[in-house]
Nanobody, 123 residues
Framework: QVQLVESGGGLVQAGDSLRLSCAAS????????MGWFRQAPGKEREFVAS????????YYADSVKGRFTISRDNAKNTVYLQMNSLKFEDTAVYYC????????????????WGQGTQVTVSS
């Protein structure tokens, strides 16, 4: 089992950047597909980005492509989400997720979840 703890959220202005971190505990971090999701008030949790466990394939939601970058440091058991050119509509609670399998773009594809970190972008 893996435990996930997100950090790095905060209040920023439109156009600013933030880097979220997700520290994972437990063995064999490199064998997990890691993903980032977000949930705005009154909306469903939505996919942001993922990086698979084996080939390291990277996927992004269209809404963040070109602005966000997911990366992982297996030596530090940490996955990052670099967010540039933030927009008001990026405001949400951001969740880190992990799964032993492919993961994919839907929440049910991930078995483990962090508690989330709030990102607020003022316009």
């Amino acid at each position: 089992q893996v435990q996930l703890v997100e950090s790095g959220g905060g209040l920023v202005q439109a156009g600013d950047s933030l880097r979220l971190s997700c520290a994972a505990s437990g063995p064999t971090f490199s064998t997990y597909t890691m993903g980032w999701f977000r949930q705005a008030p009154g909306k469903e949790r939505e996919f942001v980005a993922s990086k698979t466990r084996s080939e390291g394939m990277i996927y992004y939601a269209d809404s963040v492509k070109g602005r966000f970058t997911i990366s992982r440091d297996n030596a530090k058991n940490t996955v990052y989400l670099q967010m540039n050119s933030l927009k008001f509509e990026d405001t949400a609670v951001y969740y880190c997720a992990a799964d032993e399998s492919f993961g994919g773009r839907v929440p049910r594809g991930y078995r483990y979840w962090g508690q989330g970190t709030q990102v607020t972008v003022s316009s």
